[in-house]
T-cell receptor, first 115, second 110 residues
Framework: GAVVSQHPSRVICKSGTSVKIECRSL??????MFWYRQFPKQSLMLMAT?????????EQGVEKDKFLINHASLTLSTLTVTSAHPEDSSFYIC???????????FGSGTRLTVV | ELKVEQNPLFLSMQEGKNYTIYCNYS?????LYWYRQDPGKSLESLFV?????AVKQEGRLMASLDTKARLSTLHITAAVHDLSATYFC??????????FGTGTSLTVIP
């Protein structure tokens, strides 16, 4: 089945540094990928939608300069958290629509801790 | 603004009992999804409901969709401990995007 590989699964970084999270579609081409953030015991909040070869569309309230999204190929999207702060600590999950199925597949998630 | 609300938010039920989780959404959509999430894990797809009146069943879980009422239900039959998890509904909107419900944390107790 369609699989999205996300890594790293866990990352701890110092305040002020940047962290890059990668999502790769392994056996299909993902023209659109989605990035979500989930705080403990809360729902998933859509941060942005990335389309291959174009600028990402950010949801209201999400800082595009802080959360840089790049979708340079049909199989790779990246989320870079720039100048991370402790309040950015969260679980980040990517997702991709599976072409022709109406379904979505999710990455395994990245637990980011900023100290 | 699209809102997707679930209730209850927390559910503790005894093994062997039945219960229903409700998912209400505010804007017309004809595609609804149910997912399961175990602690610290990503999402597992359970059901995709594509049309009004759709009903799908897998094991002890059954999902239904009423697009006129903007309501989906996830019914649990004869709960077992392995069903303990958080369940999310999600509604597709404006093309590829979709939005998640508030989640229902289910605990099945002996």
């Amino acid at each position: 089945g369609a699989v999205v590989s996300q890594h790293p699964s866990r990352v701890i970084c110092k305040s002020g540094t940047s962290v890059k999270i990668e999502c790769r579609s392994l056996d299909f081409q993902a023209t659109t990928m989605f990035w979500y953030r989930q705080f403990p015991k809360q729902s998933l909040m859509l941060m942005a939608t990335s389309n291959e070869g174009s600028k990402a569309t950010y949801e209201q309230g999400v800082e595009k300069d802080k959360f840089l999204i790049n979708h340079a190929s049909l199989t790779l999207s990246t989320l870079t958290v720039t100048s991370a702060h402790p309040e950015d600590s969260s679980f980040y999950i990517c997702s991709a629509s599976i072409p022709g199925s109406g379904k979505y597949t999710f990455g395994s998630g990245t637990r980011l801790t900023v100290v | 603004e699209l809102k997707v609300e679930q209730n209850p938010l927390f559910l503790s039920m005894q093994e062997g009992k039945n219960y229903t989780i409700y998912c209400n959404y505010s804007t017309t959509s004809d595609r609804l999804y149910w997912y399961r999430q175990d602690p610290g894990k990503s999402l597992e797809s359970l059901f995709v409901l594509l049309s009004n009146g759709a009903v799908k069943q897998e094991g002890r879980l059954m999902a239904s969709l009423d697009t006129k009422a903007r309501l989906s239900t996830l019914h649990i039959t004869a709960a077992v401990h392995d069903l303990s998890a958080t369940y999310f509904c999600a509604v597709s909107y404006t093309g590829n995007q979709f939005y998640f419900g508030t989640g229902t944390s289910l605990t099945v107790i002996p």
